[in-house]
């Protein structure tokens, strides 16, 4: 199976910043697969609730863990990645973006390296956090481990050293996006679309048996 690279970000160091925790733009490292900002990747922090993250910086909490997959290319693969991002009560965001590739559904089990960089694909991921009121600032190295059971995610962050830096756990969703085309006949509403190749809309109804498959497998 084929896997596109992954969304671009722009990651500013600044020399006066701990060498594992660079600042970063506000506009990094959003979490959607490459060319796949539909799949609903965004940078925003969800609102609070079920899912939390307690790390040394404080806890933060989401309503979820989230599993997205992106059906697209020709013919259309389905390219994967889990992220939260959540926020804590005074306003600061702690967030992780994960790709993953087609044995995760299958094992539902992942550990990935941690990397500052701007390009991610299955095997590494990005962590940053915003502490209220002050800059981001990104982990340079270390590893993030993910196990799911059922549909309730749990995992955990180490630093380079093997310190733990953070744990989260959740209940996870699933957020499929697919083709307009593969709409079409179905009960779901579909945008008009010029071109089938290069948009994609989210099927929230699970009418097509690739999303139902996957919301499947985490139940």
Not at 35 to 44: D, H, I, L, N
Not at 94 to 120: G, N, Y
Not at 177 to 182: C, D, K, L, Q, S
Request: hydrophobic share 35%.
């Amino acid at each position: 199976m084929r896997y596109g690279a992954l969304m671009a970000a722009l990651l500013l160091g600044a020399c006066a910043r701990p060498k594992e925790e660079p600042t970063v733009s506000r506009g990094a490292l959003k979490g959607a697969p490459a060319e796949a900002s539909s799949s609903g990747g965004s940078e925003r922090p969800q609102p609070r609730g079920a899912a939390t993250a307690r790390t040394d910086k404080g806890t933060y909490s989401a309503p979820s863990v989230r599993f997205i997959t992106d059906f697209r290319g020709s013919p259309p693969e389905p390219r994967m990645l889990v992220m939260l991002s959540a926020q804590s009560e005074d306003g600061g965001t702690w967030r992780f973006r994960m790709p993953v590739d087609a044995e995760f559904v299958k094992s539902k089990h992942a550990t990935a390296r941690i990397i500052p960089q701007t390009v991610l694909g299955p095997g590494l991921a990005v962590v940053d956090y915003q502490l209220a009121q002050g800059p981001e600032m990104a982990l340079d190295e270390g590893t993030l481990e993910l196990t799911v059971t059922g549909n309730q995610a749990k995992g955990e962050v180490r630093a380079k050293d093997g310190r733990v830096r953070a744990t989260f756990e959740g209940p996870l969703t699933v957020e499929c996006t697919v083709p307009p085309a593969w709409l079409r006949g179905s009960n779901a509403p579909i945008p008009t679309s010029p071109d089938d190749g290069t948009v994609r809309v989210p099927d929230d109804a699970l009418a097509t048996p690739q999303c139902r498959s996957m919301a499947d497998a985490f139940r």
